[in-house]
């Protein structure tokens, strides 16, 4: 069982407003993700980051920014949300290991902006 | 670049029916594969992997094997449930610093 939290769970705000969507896990891995899930399920990186201090755009541009001071834990922000930016947010960590990159998921941030 | 196909959904079956869900990759080198299952409401768990050519992945009556002749890994079980009901994505991994590349989801419906 992975120990990886997203919080909160759901989250529903007006447009303008400043998040953050909270990331951690406690299993001391070096690697962690943010994607972002479109109704269609499909996932797209947004952010990740191979450790402290280190921190690369994916795939998707975004407008959130991410900030990864300490190995546990991994928070998104978004400056102004909009309807735009309403989606699934899915944050993920992965040990370094030489040959496999297992990736473990927390139960998701569900964002509604109005 | 690095990039998975798989076939799109919805899949609708019976219970006990056989599942496959097919699975391409296209990559430089020898990638690993994986198999992701996320249930309603939740996020991704891992089903099953394989880290080189002509091993099989297998859990929960779940199998696929990696052939690198077709580029596939595709996803087997012999009698889905009701609790397979699902969205099943496919997933690369080359070696080195890079991110999982993720295939679009296929979603299962297991009806009684």
């Known amino acids: 069982e992975a120990d990886i939290y997203q919080t909160p769970r759901y989250l529903v705000i007006g447009t303008g407003k400043k998040i953050t969507l909270e990331c951690s896990q406690t299993?001391?891995?070096?690697?962690m993700y943010w994607y972002q899930q479109d109704p269609g399920m499909e996932l797209h990186l947004i952010h990740y980051s191979y450790g402290v201090n280190s921190t690369e755009k994916g795939d998707l541009s975004s407008e959130s920014t991410v900030s990864r001071i300490r190995t546990e834990h991994f928070p998104l922000t978004l400056e102004s949300a909009r309807p735009s930016h309403t989606s699934q947010y899915l944050c993920?960590?992965?040990?370094?290991?030489?040959?496999?990159?297992?990736?473990?998921f927390g139960p998701g941030t569900r964002l509604t902006v109005l | 670049g690095n990039s998975v196909t798989q076939m799109e959904g919805p899949v609708t079956l019976s219970e006990e029916a056989f599942l496959t869900i097919n699975c391409t990759y296209t990559?430089?080198?020898?990638?690993?594969l994986f198999w992701y299952v996320q249930y309603p409401g939740e996020g991704l768990q891992l089903l099953l992997k394989?880290?080189?050519?002509?091993d099989k992945g297998s859990n929960k009556g779940f199998e696929a094997t990696y052939r690198k002749e077709t580029t596939s890994f595709h996803l087997e079980k012999g009698s889905v449930q009701v609790s397979d009901s699902a969205v099943y994505f496919c997933a690369l991994k080359r070696s080195g610093n890079t991110p999982l590349v993720f295939g679009k989801g296929t979603r299962l419906s297991v009806i009684a």
């Open positions: 299993m001391g891995h070096d690697k």
């Open positions: 394989a880290t080189k050519a002509d």
């Open positions: 990559a430089t080198g020898y990638p690993s």
């Open positions: 993920a960590s992965s040990e370094r290991t030489p040959s496999t990159d297992t990736q473990y």
